[in-house]
């Protein structure tokens, strides 16, 4: 039945197929190529050896340039001694077929290893399968075209010109090997492979482990068997710049030549009996993320409420001014302020009281800004100047002059004024233009006027320093 399914799964475009099958062997078998002709070989074509695993011990599919000298090959070290080639992976993994794929050009040992593609040799290649214990198989030998894929690709993974791309996290050269990554790790299990695309990590990288074991550490574009390499026994996992650029290196070199997407990966395998604790993640890269994490997250919370409560407070003093003003405009045309204090501009008062304006004058005592010349203005019958607005919204609150604490109620003003129908600036002006006939009377002094009397002696001062700033 295996067999059938097989021949119905060839492709058409092969000349030439070959099966054996092989029924409760044991030991090294020889698989007999006569029939295949090599030398019709085109540029475009392939030869692909697949073994059919059925029952038993899972044996391994072994292609050699001659006829090997012993007769175990069950290990990979063994298999290299002796000048073979073995799709290492589907046996390591006990997958239930094998294949590898002969072509006629020449390619890279990485090519050959990452896709068990092989350049072809000899016409008097050695094929063959070995088996320590008993076991049923099928080796099928067919020619199909260079750019079909001798396996079907697994886990997402597409044929490219007779190539599978894997996606990321898959390995093998038909992609049906799963990995985790790394980097999302707390704890590493045992039989369990893992990898670190080294594209998306820093420029080193290092994990500490709870207990040493023993793991495999290598670059997958350089050694793509998941179960071959060199065997640690450590507590850390440590990548340095050299070797992260180094297997960047060998998988661009590699991409350059499949034609095909290929992701750098460091692959790591874990033999240990027991789920081992990760203890520490001293990637740089990873430890600079994750501080710029705690901290930029935090911080931009803080700002964001800040902002947002520097929002509101703006708003409301806003709201609140506008309020003011718009009560202030809604009062205005009967406002004895305006009636007594009109709004000037500040050129004009300067022509007027030239003589009375000081260095102090030139700013106004509320918002503390200088005075233009086209600022609107009022003048207090103490001659003090302020900017229209500010003073306006001073006497909203408080019905004294902020300099020198003169009543400006209205009651004072009024009393103040002789002719109801003049302002104080026409009165201040009319006296000034007369020569000198306005003598004034200089007063006591600010500190004087904060000195130890109480509120109606210090009305009364000024009460009567007004009369002397109006009085002919």
Request: with cysteine; charged share 20%.
């Amino acid at each position: 039945m295996i067999t059938l399914i097989l021949f119905c799964l060839l492709p058409s475009s092969f000349s030439q197929t070959k099966n054996q099958r092989y029924f409760e062997v044991i030991a090294l078998q020889i698989f007999n190529t006569k029939d295949i002709v090599p030398k019709n070989l085109s540029e475009k074509q392939k030869i692909t050896i697949t073994l059919a695993y059925e029952e038993g011990e899972i044996p391994i599919l072994v292609i050699c340039n001659k006829q090997p000298q012993i007769n175990d090959m069950i290990s990979y070290e063994t298999i290299q001694k002796e000048n073979c080639i073995s799709d290492i992976n589907a046996y390591d993994q006990k997958f239930q077929n094998q294949s590898i794929s002969l072509i006629k050009n020449q390619k890279s040992q990485a090519f050959q290893k990452n896709f068990n593609i092989y350049q072809f040799q000899s016409s008097n290649m050695f094929v063959g399968a070995y088996s320590k214990l008993q076991s049923t198989y099928s080796i099928f030998v067919y020619i199909q075209s260079l750019y079909n894929c001798a396996k079907e690709c697994q886990n997402g993974g597409s044929c490219f010109y007779g190539l599978c791309e894997c996606i990321e996290g898959t390995f093998g050269d038909d992609c049906s090997i799963s990995g985790l990554n790394i980097k999302d790790q707390l704890k590493l299990s045992p039989d369990k492979l893992y990898y670190l695309s080294l594209y998306s990590a820093g420029s080193t990288f290092q994990r500490i482990l709870s207990n040493q074991i023993p793991l495999r550490q290598q670059c997958y574009a350089e050694i793509p068997f998941i179960d071959q390499g060199s065997l640690l026994i450590t507590n850390v996992l440590q990548l340095t710049y050299d070797k992260i650029q180094y297997c960047k290196n060998m998988t661009e070199t590699l991409q350059e030549e499949i034609k095909i997407k290929q992701n750098a990966y460091i692959i790591f395998k874990v033999y240990s009996q027991f789920d081992v604790n990760i203890l520490l993640n001293n990637n740089d890269n990873d430890s600079l993320q994750r501080i710029m994490m705690m901290i930029f997250i935090p911080l931009c919370v803080i700002l964001f409420f800040f902002l947002i409560c520097c929002c509101v407070k703006f708003y409301r003093q806003k709201l609140e001014q506008a309020q003011i003003h718009k009560k202030i405009e809604q009062t205005e045309a009967g406002n004895y302020v305006n009636q007594y204090m009109p709004t000037i501009k500040f050129s004009q008062v300067k022509d007027i009281i030239q003589e009375d304006i000081n260095e102090k004058d030139v700013y106004c005592s509320i918002c503390l800004e200088q005075f233009d010349r086209q600022n609107d203005v009022k003048v207090t019958y103490c001659k003090h100047i302020y900017h229209s607005q500010c003073l306006s919204m001073w006497l909203f609150k408080i019905k004294i002059c902020p300099l020198c604490r003169a009543p400006l109620d209205e009651k004072t003003l009024t009393s103040l004024m002789h002719q109801r129908s003049q302002t104080l600036i026409d009165q201040i002006s009319s006296k000034s233009s007369a020569n000198n006939k306005l003598k004034i009377t200089s007063l006591n002094s600010l500190s004087s006027l904060n000195g130890p009397i109480n509120q109606n002696a210090f009305q009364h001062l000024n009460y009567q320093r007004s009369l002397v700033l109006v009085e002919q």
